[in-house]
């Protein structure tokens, strides 16, 4: 039977595609009713898109199979935007007021507005956490109703490249499918994986990917810090290859003897391990190999966090993603960073209703595709598919662009991205708010220099000369 309700989410990962479908109970609990799962190294590298054909036609095959899975339409996906190219950078909005002032909500929506206008070259403001408002000297999470004389908002920008935000964006546009929202996949991550007293108390979420590994510092209950490394566990695969064997052959023997960490001690130097029936490679130096590349990989997490947090991950480091099996990765974690707290988040909070064997797997590489799952809240679900098909062919399925106000810059949601098409239409929006100011304006300075005339021309000698003469022409009437 065709699914009248469900809500469908599309993870774009730094080497596959995920799509899934499901169902929220009002417990909150989420059945998933469908998943596809596609390759796209050969088009999606490091989590960034370069052929946007190719793209374009996974996404299709996915909504494609999703639908034949449910035997209904897919009218719109919730998508989740992460890659190499996005980094957050810090900012800070400053402005000065009268004495005696009272802070109000305009003055720090002011402040919000200003700070997403940033220009900065060839990126693209994704999304803005703020940190916090300094009023005066003290820092206020909510400044309003606060008496000051000096407003400071401070700003994490989420930065991605202009070009490949257009290129993601064109990718959905080119497969004719609607966008629900854009979501940062990290922060979709972040909320379906973190407790809250983790959050609060300041944590370090890693997630070891394929080709990336993302970075997202908190504190507070506030994004600190966001960054993604270009090194992820196929950097593994390819170390291991190196010693004469195919990346199949590579990527096997990883899932089976790699561990993040071995005592000296235990390494026996006689035993080997087998790449085929016919070769056969040192356990020594195949631990070598792995443990090196993964102790690059932990210095260049713990550089990622900034300097001011190393004394303040009181809920430690939060471990998930396909790189978190690995056995012992905790223990290389705690050697490299001196961080006694680490935890590997092999699953999301949520309870999540699944026989999909991807699902029930529980290994850290639905978590990301799962968050944006749960941040979903608008149906997707649209005509059911008639499996005898249409002899005629008229059963092709149209996609309208979905007609929803722009998402303004001083909307609090944090994670949701503004899609290009919303982008532009609050570009226009903007355009024509500030042809109508204009407008105001010039009519306002016409009206000043009219007056300003009429007063000149009242004042003028020979405008005086002619008053003199009405007036004394005026007299003598009066008197005779």
Not at 158 to 163: D, G, H, M, N, T
Not at 211 to 220: A, E, I, L, M, N
Request: proline fraction near 2%.
């Amino acid at each position: 039977m065709a699914a009248k309700e469900f809500i469908v989410a599309i993870e774009l990962g730094s080497s596959k595609m995920t799509g899934i479908a499901g169902q929220k109970s009002i417990d909150g609990s989420i059945q998933v009713l469908a998943v596809v799962k596609e390759d796209a190294s050969s088009f999606i590298r490091k989590g960034v898109v370069y052929n946007i054909d190719k793209t374009a036609q996974c996404l299709s095959s996915i909504v494609k199979k999703l639908e034949t899975q449910l035997k209904t339409e897919i009218t719109q996906v919730y998508v989740g935007v992460g890659g190499q190219s996005i980094r957050s950078v810090k900012n800070v909005i400053c402005k000065d007021l009268p004495s005696e002032t009272i802070v109000t909500q305009d003055m720090v929506i002011e402040l919000m507005d200003e700070n997403r206008n940033m220009k900065y070259q060839d990126q693209e403001i994704l999304d803005a956490a703020v940190q916090e408002y300094k009023v005066g000297s003290q820092l206020q999470l909510d400044p309003v109703g606060i008496q000051a004389t000096h407003l400071e908002g401070n700003f994490l920008n989420i930065l991605e490249r202009k070009a490949f935000y257009k290129n993601l964006n064109k990718c959905f546009e080119t497969a004719g499918i609607n966008v629900a929202e854009m979501y940062l996949a990290p922060l979709a991550l972040a909320d379906c994986v973190l407790t809250e007293a983790e959050r609060r108390s300041g944590c370090a979420l890693v997630d070891l990917g394929a080709d990336t590994t993302t970075v997202s510092v908190f504190s507070k209950n506030i994004l600190r810090h966001l960054a993604v490394i270009p090194l992820g566990s196929n950097n593994i695969t390819k170390d291991i290859a190196t010693l004469q064997m195919e990346e199949a052959d590579a990527e096997r023997m990883k899932l089976k003897y790699a561990s993040a960490f071995t005592d000296n001690n235990e390494i026996d130097n006689e035993l080997k391990y087998s790449i085929d029936p016919e070769r056969q490679i040192e356990s020594r130096k195949f631990i070598e190999i792995v443990e090196g590349r993964l102790e690059e990989i932990i210095e260049n997490v713990w550089y990622q966090i900034p300097s001011e947090f190393y004394d303040k991950l009181l809920g430690g480091i939060i471990l998930t993603g396909g790189g978190s099996n690995m056995k012992n990765i905790e223990k290389a974690f705690a050697n490299h960073t001196h961080v006694d707290k680490i935890r590997i988040a092999k699953f999301v909070t949520q309870t999540i209703v699944s026989n999909h064997e991807l699902i029930k797997a529980h290994d850290g590489t639905m978590n990301t595709v799962l968050g944006l799952l749960a941040k979903g809240d608008i149906n997707c679900a649209g005509n059911a598919i008639d499996p005898n098909g249409d002899l005629f062919g008229n059963t092709q399925k149209t996609t309208q662009p979905i007609d929803r106000k722009p998402r303004q810059a001083t909307e609090t949601d944090p994670g949701v991205i503004r899609t290009q098409r919303e982008k532009e239409q609050a570009d226009e929006i903007k355009r024509r708010q500030e042809e109508e100011e204009e407008r105001l304006k010039k009519e306002e300075e016409a009206k000043k220099r009219e007056e300003e005339e009429r007063i000149r021309k009242e004042n003028s000698f020979w405008n005086k000369a002619l008053k003199g003469i009405k007036q004394f022409g005026k007299s003598i009437v009066e008197e005779e």
